[in-house]
């Protein structure tokens, strides 16, 4: 029931992003200040503009129109501090200062402590566990799919562009995705190869048509978020129900308990939708800070649960043949 209240939460907070009005970039000083500055734009070319700014402007291709929304939200938002006005957001998020170039910079960097945190476990992980250990490789491909997700929202948090918002919410998925699958080998058994293969051909299917879906049919946020959450939502379930089923002989599966909830706690920050903390640290930074420790309970988990496998085909293979007593 705990656990049903948790997933009715998530789902709740999930749905959020998509109820919050932007209303900063509807304002009349927004929207005025925006049409004077784009004038201006139209006066200079990219490259003489570009040629004005710092280096990392330039790689991180800031043009005129872009500058031109990041100057006129400031103003916005100084009007409304002189009215007492709550401050609003802007094209669905917060104002941030943006630090060389990058427009959400605790959220960037937290990002990439979590690839690094994935990356560094792997290491880990490999120091461990022997090659043959039969998830071994599984686990590789869960850690590479996920630093590779937590990159794509590096660079997300850093540019928001089009093609860097498609690549994060794809790679979101895939590291929803790669989590279920890892469920479904683990809870057939890593030996039985021919089972978990078939039944992880649906599931790469279903990836391959959602991407297809999302690059050449519609960029859909709800359907690509309700994806994720059924995704996530069956794959944290399915997770907590196996710990609890195995937990009498494998009593490190707390861990992966522990990690489940501990995300999905972490996920109710969103619901403090608040202003950014020195226009910097808003609710959706710390829910990135949030999960870097829980990467390490959940591949402290990963190797103990690799030794757990490896030690019961030790003694699979060490025990005595069966002979029938006459
Ligand atoms: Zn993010």
Request: charged share 15%; glycine share 4%.
């Amino acid at each position: 029931m705990d656990h049903q209240f948790i997933r009715f939460a998530f789902l709740v907070v999930a749905s959020i992003p998509f109820v919050n009005s932007s209303s900063g970039d509807r304002s009349y000083t927004f929207q005025k200040c925006l049409k004077f500055c784009e004038e201006r734009c139209s006066r200079v070319s990219d490259v003489k503009y570009q040629s004005r700014h710092p280096i990392p402007m330039r790689w991180l291709d800031w043009n005129c129109p872009d500058d031109c929304r990041y100057k006129c939200m400031w103003k916005t938002v100084k009007a409304y501090e002189m009215d007492h006005s709550n401050v609003p957001q802007f094209y669905g998020k917060w104002p941030f200062v943006r630090f060389f170039g990058i427009q959400e910079p605790a959220s960037a960097i937290f990002s990439l402590f979590n690839g690094a945190a994935h990356l560094y476990m792997l290491i880990q992980f490999r120091k461990s566990i022997p090659s043959r250990t039969p998830m071994f490789y599984i686990w590789h491909l869960y850690a590479l799919v996920s630093a590779n997700a937590w990159f794509w929202a590096m660079v997300f948090h850093t540019r928001d562009k089009p093609s860097t918002e498609f690549m994060d919410y794809v790679c979101a998925v895939s590291l929803v995705f790669s989590s279920l699958l890892t469920l479904i080998i683990r809870v057939i058994g890593p030996m039985r190869r021919w089972l978990w293969g078939s039944a992880s051909v649906p599931i790469l299917l279903f990836f391959t048509y959602h991407v297809y879906y999302l690059g050449f049919v519609k960029f859909d946020y709800g359907y690509n978020m309700r994806v994720n959450i059924s995704a996530g939502v069956l794959s944290g379930i399915g997770w907590i129900a196996w710990s609890q089923k195995v937990k009498g002989q494998q009593s490190y599966v707390w861990k992966a308990t522990a990690s489940i909830l501990s995300l999905n706690a972490l996920i109710l920050l969103e619901l403090g939708d608040f202003p950014p903390f020195w226009w910097t640290l808003d609710a959706h930074a710390l829910w990135h800070l949030g999960t870097v420790p829980v990467i390490f309970m959940w591949y402290s988990f990963v190797i103990d649960d690799s030794r757990y496998i490896l030690t019961s085909l030790q003694k699979k293979s060490d025990d005595p043949p069966y002979t029938k007593i006459s």
